[in-house]
């Protein structure tokens, strides 16, 4: 086979250490096809190890910041490596292939006790959307179960403590009988580390019973929980969260969890939340801040616009909770709300009426918001 000039030139490039790898390079390794990725599986062993590690690293960061490139073909090659660190790299870049075939390379890496912790712990995680493929009857039952004990055993067994919070999270998307009492048990140990890792995976669940757990870590003094907290209030849509999350947003001066609120609300929807998305639209700070809440904006319209849907499509009659949809039925519960449906009023009057409604409901539930500079692992 007959190598193109321009996969020579990549090759040469790799194996170069005197000179970086062209930025514009880096991106021609997008979309190999077959043929490029066997020329590169040929030679990958012999590309320096510092080389291959800084390469992976640099292909990681530019997935991470354009969709469009697809890493996937040279990242099957480097799942071939022996080094830690370029495997961790590989299995990131494939974390979105859903490619049934991966699952046993990943299942012999799980079991694998010779790599390193993190190494095992990216398959743990890399697992996790397989979990959800299964639950969604798109993934053979028997190839879901091996999955799901895989992990249990990971979570039992490795003495990893990272590996067993990885697989506990990864496990979030399984409807097995076992897993509620393993969420409870990380959620109640005096460990925040833990407790994260119960946030992340009752956020998976698409399971209201967490409800309670979640609403009590919204404003944890742990900015890593909150942030877990504050994302599983929006993948279950709870429409309880939402004042304290619009109360909340303008004291927090973390990104990743000021953009986690943004996210929660536009999935959560409701009065109050279009008129703050774009008040914060209108004071952005730069052109990114203001993009990431345009889709914000665009998701609460998908997100109100399913729930008008959802609206025509069960019937009930006034006075009948249990009828309702799940968010209705918490806004009809709320009766404090039902004055302010249809009002117009501005973002000064909006912040008092939060204020004055929060005053009654922390008679209940007394919840701080604080300032933090932490991120999450």
């Not at 009828?323 to 000064?348: C, M, R, T």
Request: aromatic share 6%; glycine share 4%.
């Amino acid at each position: 086979m007959e190598v193109s000039n321009t996969m020579n030139d990549r090759i040469k490039a790799l194996m170069d250490l005197e000179r970086q790898v062209p930025a514009q390079m880096l991106y021609e390794f997008s979309d190999l096809d077959a043929k490029e990725q066997a020329e590169l599986a040929k030679v990958w062993h012999q590309i320096p190890l510092k080389r291959r590690q800084t390469f992976m690293q640099d292909l990681v960061s530019l997935a991470d910041n354009d969709d469009m490139l697809m890493f996937e073909g040279l990242a099957r090659v480097a799942l071939e490596d022996e080094d830690s660190d370029v495997l961790v790299s590989a299995i990131d870049l494939l974390f979105e292939a859903e490619d049934c075939r991966l699952v046993p390379l990943y299942l012999r890496l799980l079991a694998d006790q010779s790599h390193n912790e993190l190494v095992r712990a990216a398959v743990a995680n890399a697992l996790g959307p397989y979990v959800y493929l299964g639950e969604t009857e798109k993934l053979k039952s028997n190839l879901l179960i091996e999955i799901e004990e895989s992990l249990l055993k990971s979570y039992r067994e490795d003495p990893s403590d990272l590996v067993n919070r990885r697989a506990l999270e990864a496990l979030g998307y399984s409807g097995r009988a076992e897993i509620p009492a393993l969420l409870r048990k990380a959620a109640a140990a005096n460990d925040e580390l833990w407790l994260e890792s119960a946030m992340f995976a009752m956020g998976r669940s698409a399971d209201e019973q967490w409800e309670e757990q979640i609403l009590e870590n919204l404003e944890h003094e742990n900015v890593a929980v909150r942030i877990q907290a504050v994302h599983a209030a929006g993948e279950l849509a709870l429409s309880k969260a939402r004042k304290r999350l619009l109360k909340g947003i303008d004291l927090v001066q973390d990104e990743t969890l000021r953009h986690e609120i943004i996210w929660a609300l536009a999935s959560i929807g409701g009065e109050g939340v279009e008129r703050k998305l774009e008040s914060l639209m209108k004071n952005a700070d730069n052109d990114e801040e203001a993009a990431f809440i345009d889709e914000a904006l665009e998701l609460l319209n998908f997100t109100e616009g399913s729930e008008e849907l959802e609206m025509f499509a069960v019937p009930w009659q006034e006075g009948s909770k249990e009828e309702l949809p799940g968010h209705q039925a918490d806004e009809i519960e709320d009766e404090d709300d039902d004055y302010l449906l249809d009002q117009d009023f501005d973002e000064e009057e909006w912040e008092v009426y939060v204020d004055d409604d929060d005053n009654e409901a922390d008679d209940e539930d007394d919840y701080t918001v604080g300032d933090f500079d932490e991120d999450r692992f």
